[in-house]
């Protein structure tokens, strides 16, 4: 019986030395090129507002290094672990670039549909490849309508609170 004991204990500390470790291992990995890292954010303009978030709901999932995010954030990431968390601020060129001047363009109004024509509406249309193109109605005039082709957070300071989640 004693005998029966003995090898019960050794059994679990064998399996504890061999499971314990590797488990050890999975929560000092870090964000690395390669890495599946699950992460919760917030998103917050200069102006304090919140722009984006996903605090109480499912975590944003991405590969390190696939530019799944954008490059600067990632960048940012690199070395934090599980549970770590961090504020990232991205000045515009680093974001979504600054307004490009040459997507505020004036259309005519008969190719806005007449659900849209008011200050603030967006729309997503088709480019040339058939890659969505998303715009933003800016001015409506009398025959024609000013749509700001830009990405909505061109040219905004970026501040993001990060908490990372998992990393694998």
Do not use: C, W
């Not at 917050?44 to 390190?64: F, H, I, R």
């Not at 040339?128 to 109605?137: S, Y």
């Amino acid at each position: 019986m004693r005998n029966a004991v003995v090898a019960a204990l050794a059994a679990v500390s064998f399996l504890f030395n061999f499971v314990a470790p590797a488990q050890a291992q999975e929560d000092d990995a870090v964000i690395q090129d390669g890495s599946t890292v699950s992460i919760e954010y917030t998103l917050k303009l200069a102006d304090g507002s919140t722009a984006d978030t996903n605090v109480g709901g499912e975590p944003l999932v991405y590969v390190q290094g696939e530019k799944q995010i954008l490059p600067a954030l990632e960048e940012k990431l690199l070395g934090m672990k599980a549970e770590e968390t961090r504020e990232v601020t991205l000045e515009p060129e680093q974001g979504y670039g600054p307004v490009q001047p040459e997507g505020i363009q004036t259309v005519p109004l008969d190719i806005i549909p007449e659900d849209a024509r008011h200050e603030g509406a967006r729309l997503v249309g088709q480019g040339a490849q058939g890659e969505p193109i998303h715009a933003m109605v800016k001015e409506v005039k009398e025959d024609s309508a000013v749509v700001d082709l830009n990405h909505p957070l061109a040219g905004e300071v970026l501040h993001f609170d990060i908490k990372v989640v998992k990393v694998e």
